[in-house]
Antibody, heavy 120, light 107 residues
Framework: EMQLVESGGGLVQPGGSLRLSCAASGFTFDDYAMHWVRQGPGKGLEWVSGINYNSGGIGYAGSVKGRFTISRDNAKNSLYLQMNSLRPEDTALYYC?????????????WGQGTLVTVSS | DIQMTQSPSSLSVSVGDRVTITCRASQGIGNYLAWYQQKPGKVPKLLIYAASTFQSGVPSRFSGSGSGTDFTLTITSLQPEDVATYYCQKYNSAPLTFGGGTKVEIK
């Protein structure tokens, strides 16, 4: 059974850092692009960042470029998001999502999310 | 960056009604468009990709059409279990932007 399990969320002060992780199982992780998508309280979906199957292609939303860094470890079937210089507007539920192919495509499986709260 | 605009932002319809949701891209994106359904308190679910291709298991009352800049998601006969917010997303290139969402409720 396919699983994506996010972790690493929590309460952090503005300007602080967090590292999110996503543990994948039930599929061949290094065949697929992976993504982070967030959803603020009562808000819509916002794509945050994506990484292709071999880390050769990476993209970021303008709102996080220069502050967030996506990475993956195919040997550990894991996806990461290093979040620095956090702002209150980064408060959201962060989902890990699996791409349908190795490159930029739609997302066919989502984790349950990990909550990030940025507040003093 | 390409912007994705959905309309309407919400609608209230009766069971059995036809529902049409539109998504417009600020520049052409070919058919690199997906539709997702997010039921209250749940994780988003992929309905349609490549503008008109069904994801496995999606009921046939859902359909997608369009290419370039204008796209449509249609539900031919709304069922109670279709109450959800629907999002379009472009994926031709980064950023993989979502539309603002359309909330569908039962009248």
């Amino acid at each position: 059974e396919m699983q994506l399990v996010e972790s690493g969320g929590g309460l952090v002060q503005p300007g602080g850092s967090l590292r999110l992780s996503c543990a994948a199982s039930g599929f061949t992780f290094d065949d697929y692009a992976m993504h982070w998508v967030r959803q603020g309280p009562g808000k819509g979906l916002e794509w945050v960042s994506g990484i292709n199957y071999n880390s050769g292609g990476i993209g970021y939303a303008g709102s996080v470029k220069g502050r967030f860094t996506i990475s993956r470890d195919n040997a550990k079937n894991s996806l990461y998001l290093q979040m620095n210089s956090l702002r209150p507007e980064d408060t959201a539920l962060y989902y890990c999502a699996k791409g349908t192919t190795s490159g930029w495509q739609s997302f066919d499986y989502w984790g349950q999310g990990t909550l990030v709260t940025v507040s003093s | 960056d390409i912007q994705m605009t959905q309309s309407p932002s919400s609608l209230s319809v009766s069971v059995g009604d036809r529902v049409t949701i539109t998504c417009r891209a600020s520049q052409g994106i070919g058919n690199y468009l997906a539709w997702y359904q997010q039921k209250p308190g749940k994780v988003p679910k992929l309905l349609i990709y490549a503008a008109s291709t069904f994801q496995s298991g999606v009921p046939s009352r859902f359909s997608g059409s369009g290419s370039g800049t204008d796209f449509t998601l249609t539900i031919t006969s709304l069922q109670p279990e279709d109450v959800a917010t629907y999002y379009c997303q472009k994926y031709n290139s980064a950023p993989l932007t979502f539309g603002g969402g359309t909330k569908v409720e039962i009248k």
